[in-house]
């Protein structure tokens, strides 16, 4: 069974602009959520969509979105990029019932660099 | 305020000795913990995890306890490997919030032959 992938691998932007990055996850899995992870506030939760609907969210601002297909593949976008939005952002897939405990497995992330 | 602490920024092992790896959790909603292991530049894997049901899951070299009293839970790998070397977070979700995982900052592991 193939794991859950992230495109691209790497991105290198500039203030101002915005960017998309894309996840698939595991077959069968139906939640997807995406973390931020940089070295000063660790590993960050951003939302989890579940069946097309955002189900959780975290703490970041508005110019973090997200959006979860009929296929269950995701999409986070980023508008107005600052320099402290550089990271590691990482999706991970699971099953998503409500209501009962859930692994997560995770994809190897895609490394954004704002200039 | 971090809800899931990871107080040892390193550990430092023998290889074939035991190595412990500790997280403490204040939040008493959580009911679902995690641990995953991760290199620089790559996604975390999933090792181990355990419901708040229970207080023991073993998997292999990996054993995971759980003591909710205390609000503590430790990962045990026996033996240590040099493989084994790498970053250890340790997360938590909560009942209702299960898409959620807040984490530990990591603890490095490093495992010498």
């Known amino acids: 069974k193939a794991g859950v992938t992230q495109t691209p691998r790497y991105l290198i932007k500039t203030r101002g602009q915005q960017v998309t990055l894309s996840c698939s996850p595991i077959?069968?899995?139906?939640?997807v959520s995406w973390y931020q992870q940089t070295p000063g506030q660790g590993l960050q939760f951003l939302f989890e969509y579940f069946s097309e609907t955002q189900r959780n969210k975290g703490n970041f601002p508005g110019r973090f979105s997200g959006r979860q297909f009929s296929n269950s593949r995701s999409e986070m976008n980023v508008s107005t990029l600052e320099l402290g939005d550089s990271a590691l952002y990482l999706c991970?897939?699971?099953?998503?019932?409500?209501?009962?405990?859930?692994?997560?497995?995770f994809g190897p992330g895609t490394r954004l660099t704002v200039l | 305020d971090q809800q899931v602490k990871q107080n040892s920024p390193s550990l430092s092992v023998q290889e074939g000795r035991i190595s412990i790896l500790n997280c403490d959790y204040t939040n008493s909603m959580f009911d679902y913990f995690l641990w995953y292991k991760k290199y620089p530049a790559e996604g975390p894997t999933f090792l181990i995890s355990i419901s708040s049901i229970k207080d023991k899951n073993e998997d292999g070299r990996f054993t995971v306890f759980l003591n909710k009293s205390a609000k503590h839970l430790s990962l045990h790998i026996v033996p240590s490997q040099p493989g084994d070397s790498a970053v250890y977070f340790c997360a938590a979700s909560a009942r209702g919030s299960q898409g959620n995982l807040i984490f530990g900052k990591g603890t490095k592991l490093s495992v010498k032959p």
């Open positions: 991970a897939s699971s099953w998503g019932p409500s209501g009962r405990p859930d692994t997560q497995y």
């Open positions: 077959s069968g899995h139906r939640s």
